[in-house]
């Protein structure tokens, strides 16, 4: 820990002051030699796993309750040493995974368990600090602060907003219709029929009533639709990129609706925000400016392991409103600090920031962008090979990394593809419905995932598609 | 990875099927010899830290900003090697860190960073799966559900509950009132006034009225303010262990109150919950078996890094009826399985239950004992110091490993006191308030805490008591 002495602030307790005390030297309960062979094993599965995650089947072939079958049904008396405990981990569990960090995982949304994500995880569960309150981690705080601030700029939001890290889209959402809750009791919370169903989950658990409104001819929220139940409303959320088909609502003029009614704004980019990186693919976000909060995940397409997504808002007050709370269990209020726990429904906080900021220190602007901007280049490839082939279809738009397609048939027909290519191994896809036909969906969001990687679910499609 | 083929179940897709594809070997973007060398340096400064924690100054001695004005204010354009990122934290970062995996950090409720534990979510991190089906990764959710019943069966719980793991014990009382509030909308959410204020922003923000209720001298909830309020509840919150004082609130009078009335009562045994793995602590459990939830927290004294909080119960019939949906992005329903999306908040789930399953594996029933009687131990060794020594008085009950004390003399003389404690870097306190009165509070719950740090800690309010 050399060096670490310097760069703190303030003054160690002098020493004279503590010459009358019996020297009691603390000795840690540490077996430093055990934990460093430990780890050694611990590490290079990991190195192993990730240089051949490709080998491997990308789908738990497992039958319901064959994992935890093979796990003792009981937990052991004594302690094991942790040989034991990989060793089950790699013969017992790994088996039953499905393997998200896989090149050829394009279902849901892929994403990444990428290197500096991985590392700063280790380093965020080895510190272990709760950062509940600025005061019990000062860093654990400004850190986020600072990586929420660094993602703002990479993507273009407006300056001064008042960012934190939640882990899930579904929490950003809940904390959002909270805040607007608090503006409009009992009004409606408005969204796309496409919107993700965290959306409806949330405005079940905050207690407001909820409308699905129906989209365009390419699945976009229709602006007429929200114009009509703007007055009872107490949110609307639009999505830049839906789950199913990553369209991207008009934001910007449902905002102004929202600027007229005084309603709450909550725009879910937890996918497409990322693609904002790039300034070709800006427009995704377009009108966040005008959002009153604005959701993106980095643990979906930036390369930042679950979880991790990122709230924005420019009404921090209403947030505020929302969860804050004094209890005398802890220190009076210091108001010239921000204690995150006031912002959302979670008192714990782990230390999320930290991967964030490795995440896009390690990556930098420019290797954000060419990740992105090459998924995107996979998926349109892919497009052109479905859109070129007799018999296949390409449904909806495809701006981003997302494909919907499917063959010419029924829909139990493409469901039974999806099935056997699922079953291969040698890819995962996932399936949606889009104008109540069945569609395969290509998700790019691996780090790994190359050409050849979309290249050989291709060929996989074209060899299954009878099979 | 020799040997997972193997233990896999299913085939491989035939290799003669494959004969007519072109060839195109995945070739992963990965770069396994740097990333064994980064590894090597992020798990050298682990070990070094887990080794050398205890001789760092407890809390950090930063300004208010001084962390983020160490690092950039934007994001860098070109990525940085991992090397540059580890020495930004060690030197920028660290120092705003306070350490509560230092064994005296004995403020709030003190945690564990343990050694299965940080390996654990390396692990997690690195497959990056996301257990919201059981189909996207079976081996999250089984083990998972088997890590709750070992739990369970470690702290005496009936079988055959429904258990599933939460961030926090903020989310599982989020979940329980949700549930709750099905059966009775409207009703009032009662607990004492000594609950965590997590169970007052859950009602707030499920929209249940919350009334906090008094205490008899021993601050646990009182049974007939409990027995006047219950015709108009819709949940009662029980706590075993009090975040001011580790009281242990009479869950089994409560529940005959709440079973009569058919209102839903959960324990929040965040805290002293994990006693209970001891037979002569059992009793900080009694009357769980007749609670609709119960949540108790490893990540608080179960020596598991944050964030895992453990929830079961006897009806998840309720909970699935609060958060369950069937979105089309998702495969039809498989009612063979369990999908733990259906039983919280949240639809993207970390693979948390694997470190709780690492931790019981590595610990053992007996390991986990031997820990919580030592910090018990610890903890009635600090309260006879005080008591036997003229000037000091313990204030409460402390049946666990808290004990609150206070110097003779003003709220302002103890709460200085608290501060030159904490300024001295040698050990961490926190504060409450018990009848009105400020008192300092000792909560030995870090593993590597020894009988010496304790003493250490004892030494300095002594010295520093007038200073």
């Not at 090149?103 to 509940?132: C, K, Q, W």
């Not at 896009?360 to 090979?385: C, K, P, T």
Request: charged share 25%; proline share 5%; with cysteine.
């Amino acid at each position: 820990m050399e060096g670490e002495k310097d760069v703190m602030d303030g003054e160690m307790a002098d020493e004279s002051e503590q010459k009358d005390f019996v020297s009691v030297k603390h000795k840690p309960a540490f077996d430093g030699e055990q934990f460093r062979r430990d780890s050694e094993a611990a590490m290079a599965w990991v190195a192993d796993y990730l240089e051949h995650v490709g080998d491997l089947p990308v789908a738990a072939r497992v039958a319901p309750g064959k994992v935890r079958a093979s796990l003792p049904a009981a937990p052991p008396e004594q302690g094991e040493p942790f040989d034991a405990v990989l060793a089950d981990f790699r013969e017992k569990i790994l088996p039953g995974i499905t393997h998200w960090n896989h090149p050829r995982f394009f279902g849901y949304f892929a994403n990444t368990g990428s290197e500096p994500g991985i590392l700063a995880e280790l380093l965020v569960a080895t510190l272990n600090v709760n950062g509940m309150l600025w005061s019990t981690s000062p860093a654990a705080t400004e850190v986020e602060e600072l990586a929420m601030d660094w993602l703002g700029q990479l993507v273009g939001l407006p300056e001064g907003l008042h960012g934190h890290v939640e882990d899930t889209a579904s929490t950003a959402t809940i904390a959002a219709l909270a805040a607007a809750r608090g503006l409009r009791p009992g009004g409606t919370v408005l969204a796309s029929e496409h919107a993700n169903f965290s959306v409806e989950k949330a405005a079940r658990l905050v207690g407001l009533p909820f409308r699905a409104l129906p989209v365009d001819e390419e699945f976009r929220l229709r602006v007429d639709a929200v114009a009509a139940e703007i007055d009872g409303a107490a949110a609307v959320v639009t999505t830049s990129g839906t789950t199913s088909n990553t369209a991207v609502d008009p934001t910007a003029e449902i905002a102004g609706l929202c600027e007229r009614a005084g309603v709450w704004l909550h725009l879910d980019a937890a996918y497409a925000g990322s693609a904002a990186v790039c300034e070709e693919l800006r427009w995704a976000l377009a009108g966040a400016e005008r959002a009153d909060s604005i959701v993106i995940n980095p643990h979906k397409w930036l390369f930042t392991p679950m979880d991790c997504s990122c709230v924005w808002t420019r009404r921090p007050e209403e947030l505020f409103r929302a969860f804050s709370a004094d209890p005398e269990y802890m220190p009076d209020r210091d108001t010239t600090v921000t204690d995150l726990k006031d912002y959302g429904p979670a008192l714990g906080r782990r230390f999320r920031g930290l991967k964030l900021w490795a995440v896009l220190s390690w990556y930098g602007r420019e290797g954000l962008q060419e990740l992105i901007r090459e998924h995107v280049r996979l998926a349109q490839l892919f497009a052109s090979w479905i859109e070129e082939t007799p018999g296949w279809e390409v449904v909806g738009r495809h701006d981003f990394s997302v494909v919907c397609f499917r063959r010419e048939g029924s829909d139990e027909e493409n469901q039974a593809l999806l099935q056997r290519i699922n079953a291969s191994g040698e890819a995962f896809l996932s399936g949606t419905r889009l104008n109540a036909r069945f569609v395969l969906r290509l998700a790019v969001g691996n780090a790994r995932t190359t050409e050849g990687d979309v290249a050989r679910v291709w060929e996989l499609l074209c060899s299954l598609d009878r099979a």
